[in-house]
Structures are given as structure tokens and as C-alpha cells.
């Protein structure tokens, strides 16, 4: 039965029916402030029985909070993105704040037009986790609405960012290649217009190994190369120059490449060692054995949600920018010349 107010129960009905006060109710339903287990049980039997479901929209029009921060996503399939989306929610859960999250879909018009849409959802906040977009595209969301950058490397002046250090990281995974005694070493690249990171990372490996002396041929990884196109150029310049590395510029291009070069009798490591980047689970785990360099994923995800509530809370906190150092995780896939 609903009730009293018609077909569709409001807060009032529900805490009535719970015997408890509206501020309770709303507590519980938010997941802010401060409530008992019993009250919450009490709240959420009397909501479930009168149907009562919570206008986050309506409450942020009398609030002006909806509790609720937006998250553009670039790649739901990446297991970066995802593992980092999963730490952010639940962070944002914490804190008592929902996550809305929308992906994109390569392209800059869309992912823009997907955080304009975010904004029109009247969240409080968004997150952009992309290395696609150019800054000045998110700069343009900063005055309205509180915008943290998570995940690249982001130093524009109107926007808080927490990220990997992309240069620091390529620089670390470079020298221990280096330190193995490869002589000469593949780096596979990836152009700036598909990725900024991605670009970072594999520019700054190619730059440190030969700051090291080592000589490093660049193979170009754009996005639209498939990965047996890539693994044919690998063997080639093997074949060539006696390359005995291929660094990646991450872990899901270093699995597709392993694979690639084993249908072509190239074994890994025995024949060539390879590197990647990035270091979130599954293909960080010890029976995979790869040689990568480990993100601070924790630690960026927890950032970012913080830094994006404290400039709600705040809009006239100063911009900050959060250069985090990764690691370098040994494995089986590079072994020493």
C-alpha cells in the first residue's frame, strides 16, 4: 500500500510509516550523516513496502546538491579504466556520493558532448578519466562545476589532476631493460593524437634507453594497427638489427604482441623479453609473470574523488596537481643479456 499522498509515496510517508523523523529518512536514503544501524534498517523495510524511491534530481532542486559526481570513462573495456572506476566509486560511496559514469568512444566531439551531458544530469562534480581529450576542451567545464582530471598527466591551470607520473614511470621500466644488458631494444610508440599517456610513457622509454646508450628502434603502435601487423614489424627489425626487447606502452598491448609473436615461433622471454605498463589485475598477477611498471591505481582513484569533493565543497580551494610515483614490478618476461 502507498502512501497517503497518492500513487506515489514521498519522504514524509516513509518516515512515518518507519517512526522516524524526515531528517532521518533523508540521512539514511543519502548515505550522509550520521544514522544507527536500526534506524537505517527501519528506513529502508518502511521504504521497500510503500515503493518509495528517492528523486535525486528533485532533492538536488531544493538542495542544490544532488551528491552525485559525474565520471567520463574512455574505455570501459580497459582494465585500467575499469580497476580505477571501481576504487573511485567506492570512495565516492564513502563519502556519501553516487557515481554517474558515461564512456566514450574514441572520438573528442562525443566525449565532450558526453560531459556536457553529465553537467545537464545537474551532478556536483566531474571526474574526466581520459587521454584523449585536450585539456582545454575540459578547461571549459571548470567554471561551472567542480572538474578533476584523473589518471594522466594534467597540469593546466583550471583543472586539479591526480595521475601516474607517465615520464618518471617510462624512465624506470627504460632502466631496467637497460640494467638486464639489452643492447638494443624495440619500443613500440604510440602517437600523441590517441593517446596522451600512452604517448608519454613510450616517448620517455625511447628517450631514457638511449640516454643509457642503448640503441631504441621505434615501432609504431598507433590504435588502428592490429597487433599481428605490429608483432610482423617486431620480427622484422629482430631479424635485422638483433633486437632482444620490445617494451610496451601497456599490459593488454604486451598480451596481444606475446601472443602474436608466439604464432610466429618467437617465444617469450627465451627468443625476446617485452615489457608493459600499467600493472592492474588480472595481468599483474605473479602466474602471468609479466615485466611492468604497477600504477598507484589506489591511490589515484581515492585522490581524485577527494580532490573533486573538496572543490564542491569549495569552489575557491586552489587547483592541485598530484604527480605519483608507479613500480616496477619484475617478472619472467625479462630475463638478462
Known amino acids: 500500500m502507498n502512501g497517503s499522498r497518492g500513487s506515489q509515496p514521498t519522504i514524509v510517508d516513509v518516515a512515518a510509516r518507519a517512526g522516524v523523523s524526515k531528517s532521518a529518512v533523508s540521512r539514511v536514503l ?7 544501524d536500526e534506524t537505517r534498517e527501519r528506513v529502508e523495510r518502511a521504504a521497500a513496502e510503500l515503493g518509495y524511491v528517492a528523486n535525486a534530481m528533485a532533492r538536488g532542486l531544493v538542495s542544490g546538491r544532488t551528491h552525485t559526481i559525474g565520471m567520463l570513462v574512455r ?19 564513502e563519502l556519501g556520493y553516487r557515481v554517474v559514469t558515461t564512456t566514450g568512444v574514441g572520438r ?18 566531474l571526474v574526466v578519466c581520459s587521454g584523449l581529450l585536450p585539456s582545454a576542451d575540459i578547461a571549459e567545464f571548470a567554471p561551472r562545476i567542480a572538474t578533476v582530471v584523473a589518471g594522466r598527466p594534467e597540469l593546466h591551470p583550471a583543472l586539479s589532476s591526480v595521475y601516474c607520473d607517465e ?18 631494444v624495440v619500443v613500440l610508440t604510440v602517437p600523441l593524437d590517441n593517446a596522451i599517456t600512452q604517448h608519454a610513457r613510450s616517448t620517455a622509454m625511447a628517450g631514457r634507453l638511449r640516454g643509457r646508450g642503448v640503441t631504441a628502434i621505434d615501432i609504431d603502435a598507433s590504435f588502428v594497427r592490429p597487433a599481428d601487423d605490429i608483432a610482423a614489424d617486431v620480427v622484422d627489425v629482430m631479424r635485422e638489427s638483433g633486437a632482444t626487447a620490445v617494451m610496451c606502452p601497456t599490459d593488454r598491448l604486451m598480451l596481444d604482441v606475446c601472443d602474436a609473436l608466439a604464432k610466429r615461433g618467437v617465444s617469450v622471454p627465451s627468443d625476446v623479453s617485452v615489457t608493459g605498463f600499467d600493472g592492474v589485475y588480472p595481468l599483474a598477477n605473479d602466474w602471468i609473470g609479466f615485466t611492468t611498471l604497477q600504477q598507484p591505481v589506489d591511490r589515484i582513484g581515492r585522490e581524485a574523488i577527494d580532490l573533486v569533493i ?8 586552489a587547483v592541485e596537481h598530484r604527480s605519483l610515483r608507479g613500480t616496477v614490478l619484475p617478472g619472467r618476461t625479462l630475463l638478462r643479456r
Open 30 to 36: 543519502s548515505g550522509t550523516g550520521r544514522f544507527s
Open 75 to 93: 574505455d570501459a573495456s580497459s582494465m585500467l579504466y575499469t580497476a580505477l572506476h571501481a576504487v573511485m566509486e567506492q570512495r565516492a560511496s
Open 108 to 125: 573528442v566531439e562525443d566525449e565532450k558532448s558526453a560531459l556536457a551531458s553529465l553537467v545537464s544530469m545537474r551532478v556536483d562534480g
Open 167 to 184: 615520464v618518471d614511470g617510462g624512465h624506470r621500466i627504460a632502466d631496467a631493460v637497460a640494467d638486464a644488458g639489452h643492447a638494443v
Open 310 to 317: 573538496g572543490r564542491i565543497d569549495d569552489p575557491g580551494r
